[in-house]
């Protein structure tokens, strides 16, 4: 998160088969939150917290929220496009897009 957020901010939504999650969030190289899915503290920063605020983590789908989360944090979304390459590959990858918050 360090090098992605380099330039500006960088946010990410981990999930897998075993209902892992992880949610962080980083600024200019720092990490300024990261934490498992409706298990976290109240975000430190205000960013973050204007991130997930109004999102229910604890009912309806945790990573649909996550996932918004990241949207609003760095403003920027997947899509339709990103999905097909993604599915096309097969695989995971990094979206990245040069912006400023």
């Given at each position: 998160?360090?090098?992605?957020?380099?330039?500006?901010?960088?946010?990410?939504?981990?999930?897998?088969?075993?209902?892992?999650?992880?949610?962080?969030?980083?600024?200019?190289?720092?990490?300024?939150?990261?934490?498992?899915?409706?298990?976290?503290?109240?975000?430190?920063?205000?960013?973050?917290?204007?991130?997930?605020?109004?999102?229910?983590?604890?009912?309806?789908?945790?990573?649909?929220?996550?996932?918004?989360?990241?949207?609003?944090?760095?403003?920027?979304?997947?899509?339709?496009?990103?999905?097909?390459?993604?599915?096309?590959?097969?695989?995971?990858?990094?979206?990245?897009?040069n912006q400023?918050?």
């Open positions: 998160m360090h090098a992605a957020s380099a330039a500006g901010r960088a946010a990410s939504m981990y999930w897998n088969v075993n209902a892992l999650t992880r949610l962080s969030f980083a600024e200019h190289g720092r990490v300024l939150d990261a934490f498992e899915v409706g298990y976290q503290n109240p975000p430190g920063a205000a960013a973050v917290t204007a991130a997930v605020a109004g999102l229910d983590f604890e009912r309806g789908d945790r990573t649909a929220a996550g996932l918004l989360a990241v949207q609003r944090f760095t403003g920027r979304g997947l899509t339709p496009d990103d999905l097909t390459r993604i599915e096309e590959a097969d695989l995971a990858h990094r979206i990245h897009v400023q918050p």
